[in-house]
């Protein structure tokens, strides 16, 4: 919290938006599995994220603004790059993607429907692709 929000009686609540992402972490390649059985039923998405990139910090930021009430119930797997390389680079066998960072897929059927990296991933429409 800030020395002026402190000052003000602003609580860190207030000064932080609550985020609609719910976010599961992808560790294993196990969940890889997972996500493809999931995505027989429902929409899946991969977010890719490097903790080191100021690109992937900022789109991220974005894109948990962008997400509103209407997409709180879809699973969001969040992979750190960093420190799960390899399960990215299965993601790009398994999904047929080249690999960029940040860099988001949606799947749906086991298939990849829509991804995109940088910050064209705030230009995905996940409402049209659920």
Not at 85 to 100: A, N, P, T
Request: net charge neutral.
């Amino acid at each position: 919290m800030s020395l002026i929000s402190k000052l003000l009686g602003v609580s860190k609540e207030k000064e932080e938006k609550a985020s609609n992402v719910h976010w599961i972490p992808l560790t294993s390649f196990s969940e890889l599995d997972e996500i493809e059985e999931i995505s027989k039923k429902e929409t899946v998405v991969i977010f890719k994220h490097s903790t080191r990139c100021g690109i992937s910090r900022m789109v991220i930021k974005q894109f948990e603004n962008k997400f509103d009430e209407n997409l709180k119930g879809v699973k969001v797997y969040y992979l750190d790059l960093l420190n799960y390389r390899e399960i990215s680079d299965e993601v790009g066998y398994r999904f047929q993607v080249l690999h960029q960072s940040p860099q988001v897929l949606v799947i749906k059927d086991r298939v990849v429907v829509a991804h995109d990296s940088h910050y064209n991933i705030l230009s995905v429409d996940l409402k049209a692709l659920l």
